[in-house]
């Protein structure tokens, strides 16, 4: 299973917004993960259109989260950003080749394609189980409670975090 660096920064994204208050402009958050603004903010608009986060226009605009971060899973991203198509897709090779089976044999789909959609719903099923709240909860275990709550002032202090920022690199 492979997904995209843009699953990723959305993830990171989603996490960050948790601790906003107000709307955050994608240039911010691309400057937070030191990431290319103009693929942060693809992935911004994946997750608009999936309806995660909102964008505000105007001056005080940026991004927010629409719901709270517990009604928000892993797979609501990875869905949003990278597409709700399974990661195995049967091309039917059982139907080729000088010992073909007949298209009318192939009644139901085949051991490989049993076993692949099996994993793909079992990993569906264990990302639909981890919220945004619960990685941000995550993060604070991992940098204790004052990670997130520093990351917020940085992104809504007077100077827009840039004088007294804490380190808490990589922390999102």
Same mark, same amino acid.
């Given at each position: 299973? $492979?997904?995209?660096?843009?699953?990723?920064?959305?993830?990171?994204?989603?996490?960050?917004? /948790?601790?906003?208050?107000?709307?955050?402009?994608?240039?911010?958050?691309?400057?937070?993960?030191?990431?290319?603004?103009?693929?942060?903010?693809?992935?911004?608009?994946?997750?608009?259109?999936?309806?995660?986060? /909102?964008?505000?226009?105007? $001056?005080?605009?940026?991004?927010?989260?629409?719901?709270?971060?517990?009604?928000?899973?892993?797979?609501?991203?990875?869905?949003?950003?990278?597409?709700?198509?399974?990661?195995? /897709?049967?091309?039917?090779?059982?139907?080729?080749?000088?010992?073909?089976?007949?298209?009318?044999?192939?009644?139901?789909?085949?051991?490989?394609?049993?076993?692949?959609?099996?994993?793909?719903?079992?990993?569906?099923?264990?990302?639909?189980?981890?919220?945004?709240?619960?990685?941000?909860?995550?993060?604070?275990?991992?940098?204790?409670?004052?990670?997130?709550?520093?990351?917020?002032?940085?992104?809504?202090?007077?100077?827009?975090?840039?004088? /007294?920022?804490?380190?808490?690199?990589?922390?999102?």
């Amino acid at each position: 299973m $492979k997904l995209s660096g843009g699953v990723e920064w959305a993830l990171h994204c989603c996490v960050v917004l /948790t601790t906003a208050t107000d709307p955050v402009p994608a240039a911010r958050l691309a400057e937070l993960h030191d990431v290319s603004g103009s693929y942060l903010a693809k992935q911004l608009q994946a997750l608009s259109r999936a309806g995660l986060v /909102t964008s505000v226009q105007g $001056k005080a605009g940026g991004y927010a989260l629409t719901r709270a971060p517990g009604l928000i899973t892993v797979l609501d991203v990875v869905v949003a950003v990278d597409g709700p198509q399974p990661a195995f /897709t049967c091309t039917e090779i059982r139907q080729r080749g000088p010992l073909a089976t007949p298209a009318e044999a192939c009644t139901r789909p085949c051991a490989i394609t049993r076993a692949m959609a099996a994993a793909d719903a079992a990993w569906r099923a264990a990302l639909r189980e981890i919220s945004i709240a619960d990685l941000a909860r995550g993060v604070e275990e991992d940098y204790g409670p004052t990670a997130l709550a520093g990351i917020g002032s940085w992104l809504t202090g007077p100077d827009q975090g840039e004088a /007294t920022a804490p380190h808490v690199d990589h922390v999102t």
